[in-house]
């Protein structure tokens, strides 16, 4: 029975051995996967570290963009609103000039009819002055007429 004892034992630590040894070589494939997989993890965290300054920056330019954008855009809204201003005091002088036009227009009308009107009691007294004339000579030549009859 010792002998039958012995060879289990010695299987049995042969085959404690080569559980070890398939475990060490097993554990040995695990700590090779996991250093390649820590070196994967380190790799994608540079990357990750990497990605996340480029990032940073691309955003540090966009924010600058985006102010200068906003700044340029106030700038032109401000300048609209001055050139708004400006042609609505255009438009109001024009108005005043037009209407100073129109009352001057309306003034030179009213002259104009004035002086039609005075041609009109010129013509009228020059027409009354012809005839006066014509009757003043009618009667000096009739006087004269008779004057020369009384005399003959």
């Known amino acids: 029975m ?7 034992l010695i299987f049995t630590f042969k085959e404690l051995w080569l559980d070890n040894s398939k475990e060490e070589e097993e554990h040995s494939k695990t700590k090779i996967l996991l250093a390649k997989e820590a070196e994967k993890l380190q790799f994608a965290l540079g990357e990750i570290e990497v990605l996340s300054k480029q990032l940073e920056r691309e955003k540090q330019v966009f924010e600058k963009a985006l102010s200068n954008i906003k700044n340029k855009a106030l700038k032109e809204s401000t300048k609209k609103d ?7 005091e255009i438009e109001s002088h024009i108005m005043k000039q037009e209407d100073l036009l129109n009352d001057k227009e309306n003034e030179i009308k009213e002259l104009q009819q004035f002086i039609t009107k005075q041609k009109q009691i010129l013509k009228t007294q020059v027409s009354d002055l012809k005839i006066q004339k014509q009757q003043e000579s009618y009667i000096a030549q009739v006087l004269e007429k008779k004057q020369k009859k009384g005399l003959k």
């Open 2 to 8: 010792k002998l039958v004892s012995q060879d289990l």
């Open 82 to 88: 001055k050139l708004i201003s400006k042609c609505n």
